[in-house]
């Protein structure tokens, strides 16, 4: 069975500063790897995806995650968080390039301060 | 395109009753999702379309889940005789297999059972 966990709940960071939510993934075959942000009232918005090749890949907002396939891994990173980036972000996995159910994780709630 | 829409954003009802969400896809996407989302978790799915024919059914959807998409465009999900606990939001994805790649999310329904 697939599975995600997302061990951070909450994580609050000062405007400025470096940003990394950490994500567990189990799948059973080719993993297609997805980041989304919610935030209040708004609907899920995809930040990246990983599908295959470049381990490192980019996404929008300034947003980037590393796939590391020994540790099941797939963080998000931001090397300069802005007071927008506060929202809810969901970790996901599903097969067949995400053309089939999403496994969500729990979420991190990122809240940033000043 | 106008991205995935969802009506009635908001629904109070009562337990007992039946509740009806109506779901459009983003014009060319073949496939159409349902997931749930609970407070403080991330999206579970329900059920996924590839044009008019049901692919996948979580076990979550009880019998008292249905739902369809009848010409391959819109979608309806209906509950029958909600519980308190189906009170959530829930979700509706569509992507497009030839080319996209990604679950493009409507805002949500949020379905609070009194």
């Known amino acids: 069975a697939q599975s995600v966990t997302q061990p951070d709940i909450h994580i609050t960071v000062s405007e400025g500063a470096s940003l990394e939510l950490r994500c567990n993934y189990s799948?059973?075959?080719?993993?297609?790897l997805f980041w989304y942000v919610q935030s209040p009232g708004q609907g899920l918005q995809l930040l990246l995806k990983?599908?295959?090749?470049?381990?490192l890949v980019q996404g929008i907002k300034g947003f980037e995650a590393e796939f590391k396939r020994s540790q099941s891994s797939f963080n998000l990173r931001k090397p300069s968080v802005h007071w927008s980036d506060a929202a809810e972000y969901f970790c996901?996995?599903?097969?067949?390039?995400?053309?089939?159910?999403?496994?969500f994780g729990t979420g991190t709630r990122l809240t940033i301060i000043p | 395109d106008t991205g995935v829409s969802q009506n009635p954003r908001h629904k109070i009802t009562k337990r007992g009753q039946n509740v009806t969400f109506r779901c459009d896809p983003i014009s060319e996407h073949n496939r159409l999702y349902w997931y749930r989302q609970t407070l403080g978790q991330g999206p579970e799915f329900l059920t996924y379309f590839q044009n008019e024919a049901q692919l996948e059914k979580s076990r979550l959807l009880s019998d008292r889940f249905s739902a369809e998409r009848p010409k391959g465009s819109f979608s309806t999900l209906e509950i029958q005789r909600t519980e308190q606990g189906d009170s959530a939001m829930y979700l509706c994805?569509?992507?497009?297999?030839?080319?996209?790649?990604?679950?493009?999310f409507g805002p949500g329904t949020r379905l609070t059972v009194t």
């Open positions: 996901a996995v599903g097969g067949n390039f995400g053309n089939e159910k999403l496994t």
């Open positions: 990983y599908f295959s090749g470049d381990t």
């Open positions: 994805a569509s992507s497009w297999t030839v080319e996209s790649y990604e679950q493009y």
């Open positions: 799948y059973g075959a080719t993993p297609y």
